[in-house]
């Protein structure tokens, strides 16, 4: 463990999640640690107003932020999933151990949240560079549309309630974090009566237990 990261908390041995629910990436981290039923507390540390507490785990102050009992920390919510699916079980993960399906879930995640990475980068370029390129505004609005779109087709071919069979699986997770992120965020740009397939999903997800457990409103950093 760092030096200093030992006074940042109360001394326990749950696993400490960094970062604000209104976070897809830190949600659907969250939603999976509640799934699999592991003990963990939740540090709800803004990446804005308590930039130098991230410090001590992240380099890159980034979320979500998983640091383990042994004061290990894991960034990168596929890195940190990734962790939490082997300590699970890969047979019991929340996603197919192998083959064709694993490649078809693994398509739809890096479809959500790279749709999502794009998103908040241009979040950021709006706040900071308010006169942005209206090419490059386009554009981007554009890939976000794409990236939604692209979702809309996998939810619309889908034959049951979930890609990941009898209750949600990481895409099906990383979808409905992703897409309320986007319509709370990106009002002027995000209308969720254009993906009704998609929309079904989230609300099917959102009526969930665990997704009520696991959630926060979007709050802009100011």
Known sequence: MPPNAQSLFTGNAAMQLIGQFDSPFVRRVGIALEIYGMDYDHRPWSTFGDWERFVAHNPLRRVPTLVLDSGEALIDSAAILDHLDEEFGRDRALIAPAGAE??????RIATATGTADKAV??????LFSPGLDQAFVARTQAQIRAGLTALEADCAAREGAWWH???????DIAAACVTRFLSEAYTDTVRMDDYPALAA???????LTVFKAVSQPFIPPS
């Open 201 to 207: 999903h989230c609300a099917r997800a959102e009526g």
């Open 102 to 107: 694993r490649r078809a879930a693994l398509r």
């Open 121 to 126: 980068s241009f979040f950021y370029a709006k």
């Open 165 to 171: 069979g009898a209750g949600p699986g990481h895409d």
